[in-house]
Structure formats: C-alpha cells, structure tokens
C-alpha cells in the first residue's frame, strides 16, 4: 500500500493535447516531487515544492507546469508534448525537502505520447 | 565525478547466494543514506535506510564507510524475488534527494 495515490496510472495522448497528471500524499508529508524516468534511464528531478512552494525547476522545459494547491496535492498539467517526453512519471513526497526521513513514491504515471 | 555512482551490473547470480553491492558519493557533507529497490516499469519503493553503525533487516545488511565515502548493500539467500535494480540514495539535509543511476540484479534458478 502506498500513501501516495498517482492519477492516472496510464496516459496517451497526442502532441496537440493538454492533460493533467495529479498526485496526492496521505502522509502529512510536506514536501512533493515529480521524477520523469526514461525507459532504462535514472530518474530525473523536475520540480520540487517545499510547504507549497516552489523550490526547484531542474531546467524542466515550459510544456510542463506544476501546480501544488496544498502541501497535500501536486499537480503536472501537460501541453504540447514532443514524443521524447514519454516516459514513467513519478511522484514523491517526504517530511521535509531532503531531510533525513525517506521519500515515498506513488505508483506513477506512464505516459505515450503520440 | 557523478554525485553517486554505481555499478550498473547486471549481476547475475544464483539462487542461495550472497551478493553485495556498493555505492559511492562524492559529497563529504551528504548526510543521509537510503537504499531503494526498484521493479521493471514500477516505482522506487524504499528498502532500508542505512545508519552509521550499520544495519540489518533479514537477509539485507547496510553499511556506512564515511571516510571512504560509499555505502554497500549485502543480500544473503538471495531469492527470485530479490531479481531488480538497487538504487542508492544519498542526501545532504536541506538539499534534494540524489539517485544513483541502479545495479540490477537478476537471481537465477
């Protein structure tokens, strides 16, 4: 069981389309990650929000947009996306950013782009 | 010099076996340590933390080497189910978690 719930599990889309991928924590975690993992790649960082704001944009290109409402949601709202950008999609969430309690991840998001 | 590195393997060992792998980081000031193990086409689920006077959970054994700077994982009996990619992960507080880019391992019949 995880305390962290990704939605949807399965996405395709095409180029033109705009789509949103949404995570939620139960953990009372407050800080929220989304990893994009290429197939047989190493995760990589996109954004952080830490207590709901915005803590690192790891020169993610602007066809993906966080939203983080609340330290308990993260959203990834997706538009004009090239077909390099499918990929698993992950997020995660700890007690604080980097600290010394582990992060949780969701299931994630697999994502086709078409 | 990579923050973390691993050996990417794969390892391929048999059943009952005993097998280690290690992880090093480059950053004096890293603080915290995990080891992670990650399924084909799922999430990294965390499989121990690592403590600096070492740790056990069953069959899996963590280390800490602070003044050679890496940390190891030991797995005895190794089980089929034990087949995956072990990711490292080290962290300096206050800063973001890093990932070592795995070492798969695949336990044979």
């Known amino acids: 069981e995880t305390g962290v719930t990704q939605t949807p599990r399965h996405l395709v889309m095409g180029m033109t389309n705009k789509k949103s991928l949404k995570c939620e924590q139960h953990?009372?975690?407050?800080?929220m990650y989304w990893y994009k993992q290429s197939a047989k790649k190493p995760l990589e960082l996109m954004f952080v929000?830490?207590?709901?704001?915005?803590?690192e944009n790891n020169s993610v290109p602007s066809r993906f947009s966080p939203e983080c409402p609340n330290s308990s949601h993260l959203f990834l709202h997706l538009h004009t996306l090239q077909p390099e950008d499918s990929a698993l999609y992950l997020c995660?969430?700890?007690?604080?950013?980097?600290?010394?309690?582990?992060?949780?991840f969701g299931d994630g998001t697999r994502l086709s782009i078409l | 010099r990579k923050e973390v590195e691993q050996d990417p393997g794969p390892f391929n060992v048999p059943e009952g076996a005993t097998v280690a792998f290690n992880c090093t980081y480059s950053n004096s000031a890293s603080q915290s340590f995990f080891w992670y193990r990650q399924d084909c086409r799922k999430e990294p689920k965390l499989l121990m933390s690592v403590y600096s006077s070492g740790n056990e959970d069953g069959r899996f054994t963590a280390q800490l080497n602070r003044a050679s700077q890496y940390i190891s994982l030991l797995i005895r009996d190794s089980k089929l189910s034990d087949s995956a990619t072990y990711l490292c992960?080290?962290?300096?507080?206050?800063?973001?978690?890093?990932f070592g880019p795995g070492t798969r391992l695949s336990v044979l019949p």
């Open positions: 953990l009372g975690h407050n800080a």
């Open positions: 929000y830490n207590f709901k704001e915005q803590t």
């Open positions: 995660a969430s700890s007690q604080g950013q980097g600290g010394f309690q582990p992060q949780h």
């Open positions: 992960v080290v962290n300096i507080y206050g800063q973001n978690f890093v």
